[in-house]
């Protein structure tokens, strides 16, 4: 079974610094995909970033990027440059990618994240 | 703009009443997705479809039922059964390939009277 792990259930960091969220994760799976998401407080789940399991780079999407370490099992999120509208919770999820299972996620329990002046 | 409606953002049960929860979508996706957040907690798949007519059960099905009889839309029955259905509602739907994020509704908020 698949199992996501996120440590860190607050956060600050102050306006233009960076920050990183930690996610650690399980499964005997060779091929799966690593996801972030953030939530508003208003409640909607907004796509951040994906890491494939055999992408040999890490991750960027603007001010995201993802440090995927995968012998340690890790896909923390750095945020670079906080901003005042980066405070949400954010999660980490996972999905297998073996072809004929299912196209399901796994969700992490989120880091919620202030962004201080 | 292409998106997941769900409705009603916010909706209340009585005591022994099933409830529906609505879910359309209109960015041409073949899965679509129930999850059940609590709160300080993640999301939890309830229902999902890869298909039209077709659908299985999630990781806490028990006390919901859902229907695939079009495409574009996959409501969530909450039914008596369903002893604790105080929670926030996602909807979401994706192409199914791996690679492709979940994208979510707005979310219904469920309380009991």
């Known amino acids: 079974a698949q199992k996501i792990t996120q440590t860190q259930p607050g956060m600050f960091v102050q306006e233009k610094e960076a920050v990183t969220l930690d996610c650690t994760y399980d499964?005997?799976?060779?091929?799966?995909?690593l996801f972030w998401y953030k939530q508003p407080s208003s409640g909607e789940m907004i796509f951040l970033i994906y890491q494939g399991s055999y992408d040999e780079q890490n991750a960027t999407e603007g001010r995201y990027s993802l440090n995927f370490q995968k012998a340690r099992k890790s896909a923390n999120l750095v945020i670079s440059a906080s901003q005042l509208g980066d405070s949400a919770m954010y999660f980490c999820?996972?999905?297998?990618?073996?072809?004929?299972?299912?196209?399901?996620?796994?969700f992490g329990t989120g880091t919620r994240l202030q962004v201080t002046l | 703009d292409g998106g997941i409606t769900q409705s009603p953002k916010y909706l209340f049960r009585k005591e022994g009443q099933n409830v529906t929860l609505s879910c359309e979508q209109n960015l041409n996706h073949d899965a679509m997705y129930w999850y059940r957040q609590d709160p300080g907690q993640g999301l939890r798949l309830i229902y999902y479809s890869q298909i039209v007519n077709d659908f299985q059960k999630g990781d806490i099905a028990e006390g919901y039922s859902v229907s695939r009889e079009k495409k574009e839309s996959f409501p969530l029955t909450v039914t008596s059964a369903q002893k604790n259905p105080t929670a926030f509602y996602l909807c979401a739907s994706s192409m199914d390939r791996g690679s492709q994020p979940q994208h979510f509704g707005d979310g219904t908020r469920l309380s009991i009277l």
């Open positions: 499964t005997s799976d060779q091929s799966y995909g």
């Open positions: 999820a996972m999905r297998e990618l073996t072809l004929g299972t299912a196209s399901k996620l796994t």
